[in-house]
C-alpha cells in the first residue's frame, strides 16, 4: 500500500474521465468503517454469529482462523473494542484498509490501547466483505491471537495467559498483588496500584507480543511494554512473563522482577525521551530490592568483580549497555551500577529527592541537559561531581 495515497487513488483514472467525484471516495471510506463498526460492537456484544457475518464466504480459511480469534477473547474483559480507517487503497469494488484497533481492558486501560492492522474487503451486492484482516507490517501480536486467553483477577492485577495453568496464572497475580503496594510505598506519585501481567506460552510468543525477535529476550526474566514523552492519558502497561526465564527464579528473584516491573509501570507517566536507562532501570532495581536486606554484594557481583580488578566504569552506564542483545555480564553490570546509583540518592540526600529528581528529569524535553539541570537543582553540585561520588560510592560499597 503506498503511503498517503487513500482510496482516491484508487479512483484516479475514472475521476479524469468524468465517472467519480472525490465524495465517492469518502462514500467507500463510509461504508468500509460502518462495516468495521459493526464487527466492533459484535465483538462487545459477545455475538460470535454477527462478528463472522461479514466475513466473504468463500475465505474459508479466514473464517476458521476469525471464529478462533473471537473464542480466544471469550475470558479478557473489554471495556471497550474499536476500529479506525487510517488510509485506504485499491480499485474500485476492492479496498485495502490500514486500520488502528482500539481496545480497553475493564478497570485497567484509561487510555485505548492500539495496534496496528491491515483489512482487504470486496464490494459484491451493495455490501463489503472482509476477505483479510492481517496485523500491519512491524506490529506485534496480540495475545488472543496465540491462543485461548485465560484470565485471572488478583486484588490489584490482571494476569492473562495462554497455554498456562491456573494455579501458575494465580500465582503471578499474586506476586503482582504484593508488588503494587511496595512500589506505592517508594513511589508516592499518582498511578493506577493496578497492573496487567500477561503470560504467553513460550520465549517466541513473547518476542511476537513484542514485535521483536525472541532471541534478544531468552535470558530476561520479564519486560514492561509501553511508551514514553506521551502526554495526557497513558494507557496500562502491560508486564509480559517469559516462562522459561522466570520459572527458574527463586522466589525471591521473583518477586524481584515482578516489582520492578510494576516500578516502570508506575513511572511511566513521569519517564520521557530526556530520562537516561540508568536512571529508569537504576530506580525499577531499587524499588525491588528496598527494604529486603540485600547487599551489595549480594545484588551486584558483577560490578564488584570489576572494581576489585581496579576496573570501575568510567561513567554511569550508558543506554546501549542495556541492550538486550549486549553481552551477559556487560548487561549485568549497567543494571547494577544504575541501582547503585539510585542508592547513593537515596542514601545520601533521601528518598524523596530521589523520587523528586526522577520526576524532575522526565520532565525535560529532550535528553541533552536533562540530567546536568536536573542534578543542579536537587543536589545542588554537578554531574561530573556526581558521577565521580557514585564511583567512589563503587569502591566503598563492592571494594571490599
Known sequence: MTAGLGVAAAVLTPSLLGCATPEASDTVRREVQRTLDARAAAVLDHDEHAYLSHLAPEVVGLYVEERRQFRNLADVPLRSWSYRVVEMDGEGERVTADVELRYRLTGYDYAPVTSRRQVRLDKRHE??????????????????????????????????????????????????????????????????????????????????????????????AAVTTGETGRTGAVPADRILVNPSAYTVLSEFGQDAVLTHETAHVATRAYTSQATPMWLSEGFADWVAYRGTGRTA?????????????????AGLPLDGDFSFGADADGLARAYEGGWLACELIAERWGERKLTEFYRAVGAGRTRAGAVERAVVEQFGTTLKEFT?????????????
Open 127 to 220: 455490501r463489503w466483505w472482509v476477505t483479510a484482516d492481517e496485523p500491519a507490517q512491524g506490529s506485534a501480536q496480540q495475545l488472543w491471537q496465540q491462543g485461548r486467553v485465560r484470565a485471572v483477577h488478583g486484588k490489584r492485577s490482571l494476569v492473562m495467559g495462554v497455554d498456562q495453568g491456573v494455579e501458575r496464572l494465580k500465582a503471578l497475580a499474586d506476586r503482582a498483588d504484593r508488588a503494587v503496594p511496595a512500589v506505592s510505598d517508594a513511589w508516592p506519585s499518582p498511578w493506577p496500584r493496578r497492573v496487567v501481567v500477561l503470560a504467553p506460552a513460550s520465549v517466541e510468543a513473547m518476542g511476537a507480543l513484542l514485535g521483536a525477535p525472541a532471541a534478544g529476550y531468552r535470558g530476561i
Open 297 to 313: 554484594s549480594q545484588t551486584a557481583p558483577e560490578l564488584q568483580r570489576a572494581v576489585r580488578r581496579g576496573a570501575v566504569p
Open 388 to 400: 565521580e561520588e557514585w564511583r567512589d560510592y563503587l569502591r566503598e560499597r563492592l571494594g571490599g
